[in-house]
Every structure is written in structure tokens, then in C-alpha cells.
T-cell receptor, first 114, second 113 residues
Framework: KQEVTQIPAALSVPEGENLVLNCSFTDSAIYNLQWFRQDPGKGLTSLLLIQSSQREQTSGRLNASLDKSSGRSTLYIAASQPGDSATYLCAAISRGGSNYKLTFGKGTLLTVNP | NAGVMQNPRHLVRRRGQEARLRCSPMKGHSHVYWYRQLPEEGLKFMVYLQKENIIDESGMPKERFSAEFPKEGPSILRIQQVVRGDSAAYFC???????????FGPGTRLTVL
């Protein structure tokens, strides 16, 4: 059974700092790895999706890496801004019999202080 | 092109009442997934449906919970005889098929008094 762990559970940084969020998963036979952002009381916004054949994906100030063999993914946020404050979720995506199965971590609550 | 729509966004029920949550998938999507997010927990898969069929309900509690996705209209997640432990955010996602990216709705926050 896949289990996803995100460390740290919460992180508070000053504006402008570069930071790394960590995600680990127990079953390395994943298909994809996806990072989401969740704002308070809101839904999930997809940030980056890394396919198993890829090692990283970049979008603006965000860079996500994937190391399947070690069961780890990291989300790097450069030059953090107060608007980046949110909960960041990672989901390990496995291939089930009829569909992708997403297993989520509990998230990292990020606060960027002005 | 509207995204996944869920309503109501907030729902308050007293213990023993029924809760009905609705999800309209993105245009062109015929596959719907329901997830539950309990306080301080990650999202957990509940059920996967295609039009008129339940494909995978392995994450659905065996009692009081049911889901449907009729030929016409939204998908419905129904919770009978709600209890305080059902208080959570319920998210719906949709995709074009089972092996394509899932897109999430804004969620329904259920509070059971």
C-alpha cells in the first residue's frame, strides 16, 4: 500500500528566501508524481506533474524533481513571495486496473512573511 | 471553458440528516472521482465513476455512503444518517479517461452539528 509523507508539516520563511519542500513515497512503482497548491477553503491547483520518465519539471519559480529509486520528490520555490503562502500537497500516481490512483501526503503549510 | 463545479460549497447538516453533494465534470470529461479530506489529513480516494457505472469504490465506507453518475446531470455523493465524523471537505475530480490527468473542483465543506 502506497504511503506518502511530506516534510516539514509547516514552514515559515521570510520573503525572498529560496526553499525546498520534501515528499517521500514507499512504493517506487509510481507512474507520475504531482504537486498541488491548496489555498484555505479552496480547491486544488495543479502546479507540476512529473512523468516517471522525467527527472524534473519547471514552471516559473517552481522546480520539482523526482527520484523514483529513492522514493523522493522535492519542490523548490525560488525567491518566495507572500502570495506563495498556501498548503502544498504532493500525490504519488500509480496505475490501477482501470485508472490512475492518487495517494496524497498530508501537505506542507507554507507561510511567507513580508 | 468552466472547470469542475461542485455545489453546494458549504453544507451544514444535523446528525441523522442526509447530505447530497453534487459534481459537474469539466466539459468533455466523462470520468469522475470523489475524495475526502478530513481535518489534518490528506485527501483520500473514495470512488471512481464513469457515466452510469461505478468502476472502483474501494475507498468508500461500506455503510451510509453511495455515489452515482447518471447519464444526464451531475455526479452525486450521498451520505445518509450523517454523523459528526463525516465533517470534512469532499472534493470531486474529473478526467477524459482513467489514465489522464484529474482536474479538481473547489470542494464541498460539510459540517455536521
Amino acid at each position: 500500500k502506497q504511503e506518502v509523507t511530506q516534510i516539514p508539516a509547516a514552514l515559515s520563511v521570510p520573503e525572498g528566501e529560496n526553499l525546498v519542500l520534501n515528499c517521500s513515497f514507499t512504493d517506487s512503482a509510481i507512474y507520475n508524481l504531482q504537486w498541488f497548491r491548496q489555498d484555505p477553503g479552496k480547491g486544488l491547483t495543479s502546479l507540476l506533474l512529473i512523468q516517471s520518465s522525467q527527472r524534473e519539471q519547471t514552471s516559473g519559480r517552481l522546480n520539482a524533481s523526482l527520484d523514483k529509486s529513492s522514493g523522493r520528490s522535492t519542490l523548490y520555490i525560488a525567491a518566495s513571495q507572500p502570495g506563495d503562502s498556501a498548503t502544498y500537497l504532493c500525490a504519488a500516481i500509480s496505475r490501477g486496473g482501470s485508472n490512475y490512483k492518487l495517494t496524497f501526503g498530508k501537505g506542507t503549510l507554507l507561510t511567507v512573511n513580508p | 471553458n468552466a472547470g469542475v463545479m461542485q455545489n453546494p460549497r458549504h453544507l451544514v447538516r444535523r446528525r441523522g440528516q442526509e447530505a447530497r453533494l453534487r459534481c459537474s465534470p469539466m466539459k468533455g470529461h466523462s470520468h469522475v472521482y470523489w475524495y475526502r479530506q478530513l481535518p489534518e489529513e490528506g485527501l483520500k480516494f473514495m470512488v471512481y465513476l464513469q457515466k452510469e457505472n461505478i468502476i472502483d469504490e474501494s475507498g468508500m465506507p461500506k455503510e451510509r455512503f453511495s455515489a452515482e453518475f447518471p447519464k444526464e446531470g451531475p455526479s452525486i455523493l450521498r451520505i445518509q444518517q450523517v454523523v459528526r465524523g463525516d465533517s470534512a471537505a469532499y472534493f470531486c475530480a474529473s478526467s477524459t479517461d482513467g489514465y489522464n490527468e484529474q482536474f479538481f473542483g473547489p470542494g464541498t465543506r460539510l459540517t455536521v452539528l
